[in-house]
């Protein structure tokens, strides 16, 4: 367990981390969206500066425009230049009527200092006001259809706004005047707004060859600094924007600035451009000092949340401590409990081990001493059919031997349910030839079919392949169940039998096999009990049919076991329709080797001396009878002992081994005799094993054991000269 003291402190870094973590994220989550939104709140702030700065420039440059197209729509001035133009009167005449009135139309703009007027050829016919100034040419002078500003000069030390507007006549343009107005309104727009800033400035920008040059240089700056916007790809680019009529905010480097942040627009009626230029560091600095605040704020309240974490974790030591002895005294109790339940679990497995052994054990048991007796029933009544007893009597023995053998279905069924529920059902993997399987199961039945007057019918689809490898011996009993019960439950009409290929992939199959009659069917409501153990679905409605009611639940369990599903479908009064899949692995499709599968000739007509080992009364007289019957001479021993001093005494063409007799048993005699441990007798006689033990596994166990043949009690005629002929051919 953790020292108390220890956990407690781990619990407080642990705690303070956290804290810190969290706070760190939750400032880094909101932090940077608010950093960016006070960016863009500064740089809107700076484009929405620059934009008023542009209405007083676009104000001005307008008013401009304006008092120039005026000047040269007065119509007496300009019908006195359509007649100068056609020669009509002298230049004098034109220049006493028209200076005075130019002069006089100045007046209306107090910002208007002078101007003049080109005719079309270009030359000075009219002058009023200020002189031109000598950066502006009179020659070539472009006659431009409206009013346009052609830029800045300087006229006396101070700065003059050119503007240039076509006269129009009746039918042509007469001229042009050039009009002068202080620009002084325009540099007092740039001196404010560029003293409002502390590190920004206002500029006013025009191209001048390749250069652009500010109209107002900072006087402040140098020469050199103050008569050039930097020369940078990028400033360019802005300019050419603007120009083109586009507006917005761009972040880059400004030499005399650093880092800075411009916001652009064009002015309107001319060829410049507004520059609001700020440092990004002046731009940014309430943005930064907020962001300061915040972060200061943050620190503090981080710093009042440990301390109130420390203050209240504090006086949790104590409790920690008394948790800490509890939760050791309940680890210690709780670990206790589950050995004591994993004890209790592991005698309970043991006892249900043991139990499911002695429930095996008893099975066997019973089986053998079951089977015993059964066979003296049974092979009595085998005989005594074959002495040719009257009708009466030959009825009674009939159903005798039909009892015994639904007694041995019964008894068969019990052992494969409880082999099953124990797990010990492993389905072998043999090559099988469908067709042949098939055959072998309806053979039998085809009579019983007959017997009531039904008929019995085989369909395979084409697809369905005929060589697989599989347990052929499951897949008989549970079609054998499914036909006999459908065969038992059905008066008139057919039963079907029907076999198609769900699915094939690769080298497995998945075939679904099909029964289907025209008997009593089943009632609804057991059709979803009917594959348990001990469900008879047809009892209720037909009680005189009887059963136990396992069938079907091995057959299901046998089906599962194939990889399958079982399912029925039934109509009370139409007959029923079970169902059922089963995997297989595709076998070589080669044919098989039928001459291997044709019944061969018994063995040769002579009497054969035969030694019976058997200690049961009733079964020596059965099996004695039986083999004088078939023209053999028996003898008789009743356990091992005798069976070897017969073997050494006498000549046996083969012998017949019980295995439970008193004394030697018949297995312990077998393997002497194949050891070569008794003198005189042959170790290589052919035995077969002739015992009640008929559980899955002992004819294995037998054979292994050194036996050449193996039989089941109880017996039956054909079964024992089948035996008989396959062991010595």
Request: aromatic share 6%; glycine share 8%; with cysteine.
């Amino acid at each position: 367990m953790i020292d108390a003291a220890h956990l407690q402190r781990r619990i407080f870094t642990i705690s303070i981390l956290a804290l810190l973590v969290t706070g760190v994220c939750i400032a880094i989550l909101t932090l940077v969206p608010f950093y960016r939104h006070l960016g863009q709140r500064a740089e809107d702030t700076l484009f929405y500066t620059m934009r008023s700065n542009l209405v007083g420039v676009e104000e001005y440059v307008q008013r401009a425009l304006d008092v120039t197209s005026q000047i040269g729509s007065r119509t007496q001035i300009r019908v006195k230049l359509e007649q100068y133009n056609a020669g009509l009167i002298s230049l004098e005449e034109l220049r006493s009527f028209s200076a005075p009135k130019l002069l006089d139309a100045l007046r209306v703009s107090p910002e208007a200092v002078g101007m003049v007027r080109f005719d079309v050829s270009g030359n000075v016919v009219v002058q009023a006001g200020n002189d031109i100034p000598k950066s502006i040419g009179t020659s070539h002078i472009p006659i431009l259809s409206g009013p346009t500003v052609m830029g800045l000069a300087q006229n006396g030390g101070e700065p003059t706004l050119v503007v240039s507007a076509a006269i129009h006549g009746a039918d042509r343009i007469q001229g042009t005047d050039l009009v002068l107005f202080k620009a002084k309104p325009l540099h007092n727009i740039v001196t404010a707004a560029t003293d409002a800033g502390t590190a920004g400035f206002l500029a006013i920008v025009r191209r001048e060859g390749k250069r652009l040059v500010p109209l107002f240089p900072r006087p402040e700056l140098s020469e050199t600094a103050r008569n050039q916007v930097p020369d940078q790809e990028s400033i360019r680019a802005l300019f050419a924007n603007a120009v083109g009529g586009k507006s917005g905010v761009w972040s880059g480097k400004w030499p005399s600035l650093g880092q800075s942040v411009v916001a652009y627009a064009p002015v309107r009626g001319t060829s410049w451009a507004v520059f609001q230029v700020m440092s990004r560091s002046d731009l940014y600095h309430h943005v930064y000092r907020t962001i300061r605040n915040v972060i200061f704020g943050f620190l503090v309240v981080m710093i009042l949340s440990i301390l109130a974490l420390a203050k209240t974790l504090r006086p949790l030591s104590g409790r920690i401590i008394i948790y800490n002895r509890e939760l050791k005294e309940q680890v210690l109790e709780q670990t206790a409990r589950l050995k004591a339940e994993l004890a209790e679990r592991e005698a309970a497995e043991k006892r249900a081990e043991a139990a499911n052994q002695a429930k095996s054990a008893f099975l066997a048991s019973m089986s053998h001493e079951i089977r015993t007796p059964m066979n003296g029933i049974m092979g009595m009544a085998e005989l005594a059919l074959m002495s040719n007893p009257g009708d009466e009597v030959r009825e009674y023995l009939e159903l005798l031997r039909g009892s015994g053998k639904h007694l041995l279905e019964l008894i068969n069924d019990v052992l494969d349910l409880s082999k099953i529920e124990a797990g010990k059902v492993e389905l072998a993997h043999r090559p099988m030839d469908l067709g042949d399987e098939m055959e072998k199961v309806l053979a039998p039945l085809r009579r019983t079919a007959k017997d009531q007057g039904l008929s019995l019918n085989l369909s395979i689809a084409p697809e369905v392949p005929e060589q697989l490898m599989g347990d052929a011996g499951r897949l008989r009993q549970v079609l054998v169940n499914l036909i006999s019960n459908a065969i038992k439950f059905t008066h008139e009409g057919l039963v079907e039998v029907r076999i198609s290929a769900e699915e094939i992939d690769g080298n497995r199959a998945m075939l679904r096999f099909e029964v289907q009659d025209t008997g009593v069917g089943i009632p609804e409501e057991n059709l979803q009990h009917i594959f348990e153990s001990f469900a008879q679905g047809w009892a209720s409605a037909h009680p005189e049919y009887g059963g136990t009611g396992l069938g079907l639940s091995i057959s299901r369990e046998l089906v599962e076991l194939m990889g399958g599903a079982i399912s029925v479908e039934s109509e009370l009064g139409k007959g029923s329709s079970f169902a059922f899949t089963a995997e297989f692995a595709l076998g070589d499709s080669a044919a098989p080797d039928r001459e291997a599968c044709t019944p061969q000739p018994p063995i040769a007509d002579r009497s054969l001396h035969i030694l019976v080992a058997e200690d049961n009364q009733v079964n020596q007289l059965v099996m004695l009878a039986m083999l004088k019957r078939a023209g053999h001479q028996p003898d008789l021993a009743v356990n091992g002992h005798e069976v070897l001093k017969r073997l050494a005494d006498d000549y046996f063409d083969l012998v017949l081994m019980d295995i439970q007799m008193p004394g030697m048993k018949g297995d312990e005699a077998v393997r002497r005799i194949r050891a070569g441990e008794v003198d005189g007798v042959r170790c290589d006689i052919p035995i077969i094993a002739l015992t009640a033990y008929a559980m899955e596994g002992d004819q294995e166990r037998f054979l292994n054991a050194g036996m050449n043949g193996y039989l089941a009690k109880p017996i039956d005629f054909e079964g024992l000269c089948a035996a008989l002929d396959s062991v010595l051919r």
